[in-house]
């Protein structure tokens, strides 16, 4: 019996320290796959939305080929993080202590980790960037799609072509945001990127951050 | 009664070097210019469109200047030819067949569809292509194709639906009012064409006193809501038309009666612009002095110690 949200892959080394495997090949080259995107995305779509960025499609070979680009890095990005959604969403479904946790933001954000509940593989801010980027890439693929005019110009109006072009630039911003608290918080959390990057972290770093699924990795093992 | 005082002067045999070019420029799409140093003479097409016969020699006129051609038609059960504004054709008729309730009697409305060339032009705002679209002042708004980079957000910035993206080398295109011609002391082809006058071009000025003797002169003729077309809303226009029904501009094939940039392009390349790139700058200050007053959120030998006694508690 494993919990809801103990992934495939997720095991422990015993040793010194403790070794825990958090991430699978897969779910890492698909992570970067994601992320790549995600920042060419980013650059792309700031060179044309301010002008003073404008500069940045020589990144890409300049106007005509970044305007070319640019959605097919989306379409990249909206297949690979449908793919990270498989593999992720159970383990990122809301739970009780989430509520605890989120109320107790002060002592998040400052580091106090023993007035915070024990939480499983992910936290409540690390489910809210997960939901956000669902929730944000599902908008800009769309209102994207109804702004790609070189095979879709004819299934919109003008009228909706503004519209979907104010949405995606505000679910762009958006989602920019969300980004940056995503890296900082695996740079402020240390021992957090090599998760994503070797597919492990110590027994320290999961006993401090996500002590109820160290616990479960270790209940499981029996 | 014949306006023939706006016959244009014939075309020159000799060269002459254009009279504005770059430092006349007011406006340019995403990037600033410096104040010109002189100001040109404001010029308009005026369109009289109880004088046109729909003759289309406005549309040849137009392929032949701008050496671009267009498929054979094909009859859609309409006269508009071809059905819509293309990229390589900038201009075209637009036929509506009105009864006029208060006469009983047929109209046939006829406008020239075309780049209006507004004063404060939608497209322009929207370009996101430095100097891709420009504005000379003396009104003239104009494309420079080397800079588009084919996005369509004129398209979406236009209040009259104008420019069109073309599919074989991806860059916007539009009537130019004849920019190359104007600067040389010409008018715009579809002006020297038309038979019956119904295009004239000129200064500004000009035409505003002509459209006016044209309104008076259908007014007297029973056209009460004749009247000239240069909508306030985009600050006027350098295309302008004498309609006959001034009052309700829609019936010439829905010509916009109030047109103005829609305030969601103007959201989005206003304010919206500064916000969002402000919210980002405030993300990421945010993490740096966050980093900066607690420091690194690091693993301690106690967190290691505690993770080896559970994982061996219970393995052992």
Redesign the interface.
């Known amino acids: 019996m494993s919990a809801y949200d103990v992934e495939p892959g997720d095991r422990i080394h015993p040793g010194d320290p403790v070794i825990v495997d958090r991430y699978t090949t897969g779910a890492r080259i698909n992570h970067w796959i994601t992320a790549a995107s995600l920042v060419l995305l980013a650059l792309s779509g700031l060179a044309l939305f301010a002008p003073s960025l404008f500069f940045l499609t020589a990144l890409f070979g300049g106007g005509p080929t970044t305007r070319m680009i640019h959605p097919w890095i989306g379409v990249v990005l909206f297949v690979s993080f449908a793919g990270l959604f498989l593999r992720f969403w159970n383990a990122n479904l809301w739970k009780a202590e989430d509520g605890t946790w989120l109320a107790r933001l002060r002592d998040v954000i400052t580091a106090q980790q023993d007035k915070l509940p024990d939480v499983g593989k992910y936290n409540a801010g690390q489910k809210i960037v997960f939901w956000a980027m669902s929730i944000l890439i599902v908008v800009l693929i769309l209102s994207g799609l109804a702004s790609w005019d070189e095979y879709f110009s004819q299934y919109t109006t003008v009228e909706q072509k503004q519209i979907a072009i104010l949405v995606h630039d505000i679910a762009a911003i958006a989602i920019i945001c969300v980004w940056i608290v995503h890296l900082y918080a695996a740079i402020w959390v240390r021992g957090t990127l090599p998760a994503m990057v070797r597919g492990s972290v110590t027994g320290g770093w999961a006993w401090r951050h996500h002590r109820k699924w160290l616990r479960e990795l270790v209940a499981g093992k029996n | 009664m014949a306006n023939f005082e706006f016959v244009l002067p014939p075309a020159p045999t000799q060269n002459v070097t254009p009279s504005y070019g770059e430092q006349d420029l007011v406006q340019r799409s ?2 600033s210019v410096p104040p010109p140093a002189r100001k040109l003479t404001e010029v308009a097409k005026l369109i009289d469109v109880s004088k046109c016969i729909g003759c289309k020699a406005c549309q040849a006129a137009c392929l032949e200047w701008n050496d671009v051609r267009i498929p054979v038609g094909e009859n859609v059960g309409v006269y508009d030819n071809p059905p819509d504004l293309t990229p390589n054709m900038f201009t075209v008729m637009r036929f509506t067949e009105w009864v006029n309730p208060e006469t009983q009697n047929l109209e046939w409305l006829i406008r020239k569809d075309g780049c209006m060339h507004c004063e404060d032009p939608g497209c322009l705002k929207a370009c ?3 100097g891709a679209i420009v504005q000379y002042s003396n009104g003239i708004v104009d494309f420079d194709h080397d ?1 588009c ?5 004129c ?2 910035g ?1 209040p009259f ?1 104008i420019p069109r ?1 073309s599919k074989v080398d ?1 860059k916007a295109y539009k009537c130019t009012l004849c920019s190359d011609r104007v600067a040389v002391g010409q008018g715009p082809a579809c002006a020297k064409a038309c038979p019956t006058h119904a295009i004239v071009f000129g200064t500004k000025e000009e035409m505003k006193q002509h459209a006016a003797e044209r309104v008076k002169d259908l007014q007297s003729r029973g056209y009460k809501n004749a009247g000239l077309y240069d909508p306030p809303g985009v600050k006027g226009t350098h295309v302008m038309y004498v309609l006959h029904h001034a009052d309700q501009p829609e019936l010439y094939a829905g010509l916009a009666k109030d047109p103005r940039i ?1 305030p ?2 103007e ?2 390349k206003g304010a ?2 500064y ?3 402000a ?2 700058g405030a ?2 200050a945010i ?1 740096f002095v ?2 900066l007053v ?1 420091g ?6 106690e ?6 006694q ?3 508690g ?2 052992s």
């Open positions: 995403a990037s996101p292509a430095p800079k980079i084919g996005c369509g957000y398209v979406k236009c639906n993206i991806h829609s969601l392009v959201l989005w919206g612009k916000a969002g790139l919210a980002i993300f990421a993490g966050h980093h607690t690194a959120n690091r693993v301690s030998r967190d290691e110690d505690k993770a080896k559970l994982t061996e219970q393995s």
